[in-house]
Nanobody, 122 residues
Framework: VQLQAYGGGLVQAGGSLRLSCAAS????????TGWFRQAPGKDREFLAA???????YYADSVKGRFTISTDNAKNTVYLQIDSLKPEDTAVYYC?????????????????WGQGTQVTVSS
């Protein structure tokens, strides 16, 4: 099983990025998929989670700017980030948890991607 996150980079404040997380060895159709981030010197933070058949769940801090989506044909989950701010600078991780029960707790996720760096300049 492998989750590969990519799409990060250096972007100016106000810009947008779409992060991708390609899964292999599992079908995302059977998993809750989530995005987290970790800024320097801070704990890892839940951002959003998605599962089939129901609406995604977002942390209050990112509602309205972050959008999680899944392409089941490509077995890939995305995180669209709009109106980027310097405080969005962090390493972004995707994760998958078997079963469809929602959780924001990182220890409950079974598989993790390697992270992709997002840096927002002011």
């Amino acid at each position: 099983v492998q989750l590969q996150a990519y799409g990060g980079g250096l972007v100016q404040a106000g810009g947008s990025l779409r992060l991708s997380c390609a899964a292999s060895g599992l079908s995302l159709n059977n998993y809750l998929t989530g995005w987290f981030r970790q800024a320097p010197g801070k704990d890892r933070e839940f951002l959003a989670a998605s599962r089939r058949t129901t609406r995604p769940y977002y942390a209050d801090s990112v509602k309205g700017r972050f959008t999680i989506s899944t392409d089941n044909a490509k077995n890939t989950v995305y995180l669209q980030i709009d109106s980027l701010k310097p405080e969005d600078t962090a390493v972004y991780y995707c994760a998958a948890k078997y079963g469809l029960a929602y959780t924001t707790l990182e220890y409950q996720y079974d598989y993790w991607g390697q992270g992709t760096q997002v840096t927002v300049s002011s």
